[in-house]
Nanobody
Framework: QVQLVESGGGLVQPGGSLRLSCAAS????????IGWFRQAPGKEREGVSC??????STTYADSVKGRFTISRDRDTVYLQMNSLKPEDTAVYYC?????????????????WGQGTQVTVSS
């Protein structure tokens, strides 16, 4: 069955870096768009970055442009996060869908991982 497993979260100081991984199984990763989302306490889940299935093009939320980089390698999608800020603190999820984009609301994404906690604090 389709499975997405995130890893790489943790506690980091402001200005630090983390690399999140989303390992996919049960489907061909290249056939799906993969999105990274995050949800902070008391806030709605928001799209952070997306890599398309068609041409591998990438998109980013304005809040992370220039700091985060999404990439794909075989069955894993990565989110490299640099210059982290306290406001980046959230649970980060990866999601997969055949047609969704970063503008698509979370409920339109077909498959989700369990999430990984990222805490940016001194």
């Amino acid at each position: 069955q389709v499975q997405l497993v995130e890893s790489g979260g943790g506690l980091v100081q402001p200005g630090g870096s983390l690399r999140l991984s989303c390992a996919a199984s049960g489907f061909t990763l290249d056939d799906y768009a993969i999105g990274w989302f995050r949800q902070a306490p008391g806030k709605e889940r928001e799209g952070v970055s997306c890599i398309s299935s068609s041409d591998g093009s990438t998109t980013y939320a304005d809040s992370v442009k220039g700091r985060f980089t999404i990439s794909r390698d075989r069955d894993t999608v990565y989110l490299q996060m640099n210059s982290l800020k306290p406001e980046d603190t959230a649970v980060y999820y990866c999601a997969a869908d055949e047609v969704a984009t970063i503008e698509s609301p979370p409920y339109l994404w077909a498959y989700w991982g369990q999430g990984t906690q990222v805490t940016v604090s001194s």
